[in-house]
């Protein structure tokens, strides 16, 4: 039988689904506007930029971006068109990497600074420093959840 949420439970989700909606539309409308980048071409482009060699085997990629790997292979396509990555699968055995170009890499570093902004005005700057680090601890437990569980349903 079907436990149903309690008006706390009720109030922390209904929370949590505005923020699901709305901080991804404010991103990616501000990005697109300024630089040109989805919230997720951005994140790749980021989660690239951060790696030695800025490069990543597409499935540890897809796997830090949230994104299946059909998702991530379409965007990569879309970055490769502009310029800014490329595949590499000389590593043999070890599968097919992306691989961010220097025009690429100066579009992340172009992008980050409008980004960074986006981040402190739509969430970062209206918490003081101890709710900040609360919402670290429950974004990191909440994630960390959502692992297990989603690697528990594929089993």
Same mark, same amino acid.
């Given at each position: 039988?079907?436990?149903?949420?309690?008006?706390?439970?009720?109030?922390?989700?209904?929370?949590?689904?505005?923020?699901?909606?709305?901080?991804?539309?404010?991103?990616?409308?501000?990005?697109?506007?300024? *630089?040109? !980048?989805? /919230?997720?071409?951005?994140?790749? =482009? @980021?989660? %690239? +930029?951060?790696?030695?060699?800025?490069?990543?085997? $597409? *499935?540890? !990629?897809? /796997?830090?971006?949230?994104?299946? =790997? @059909?998702? %991530? +292979?379409?965007?990569?396509?879309?970055?490769?068109? $502009?310029?800014?990555?490329?595949?590499?699968?000389?590593?043999?055995?070890?599968?097919?990497?992306?691989?961010?170009?220097?025009?690429?890499?100066?579009?992340?570093?172009?992008?980050?600074?409008?980004?960074?902004?986006?981040?402190?005005?739509?969430?970062?700057?209206?918490?003081?420093?101890?709710?900040?680090?609360?919402?670290?601890?429950?974004?990191?437990?909440?994630?960390?959840?959502?692992?297990?569980?989603?690697?528990?349903?594929?089993?």
């Amino acid at each position: 039988m079907t436990q149903w949420l309690d008006p706390v439970e009720q109030r922390a989700w209904q929370a949590i689904v505005a923020l699901m909606t709305r901080i991804p539309g404010a991103l990616d409308t501000r990005l697109q506007r300024e *630089s040109g !980048l989805t /919230h997720f071409e951005f994140r790749v =482009l @980021s989660l %690239l +930029s951060e790696e030695a060699g800025h490069r990543m085997q $597409l *499935s540890d !990629l897809a /796997h830090k971006a949230n994104a299946s =790997l @059909s998702r %991530l +292979s379409h965007v990569v396509s879309k970055l490769e068109r $502009l310029g800014w990555a490329h595949r590499d699968s000389t590593a043999g055995r070890r599968g097919v990497h992306a691989v961010l170009t220097d025009e690429g890499f100066e579009k992340v570093l172009a992008a980050t600074p409008g980004y960074v902004d986006a981040v402190r005005k739509l969430v970062l700057d209206g918490l003081d420093p101890d709710q900040i680090a609360r919402l670290a601890d429950l974004g990191e437990t909440l994630s960390a959840r959502l692992t297990r569980v989603l690697a528990e349903d594929c089993d």
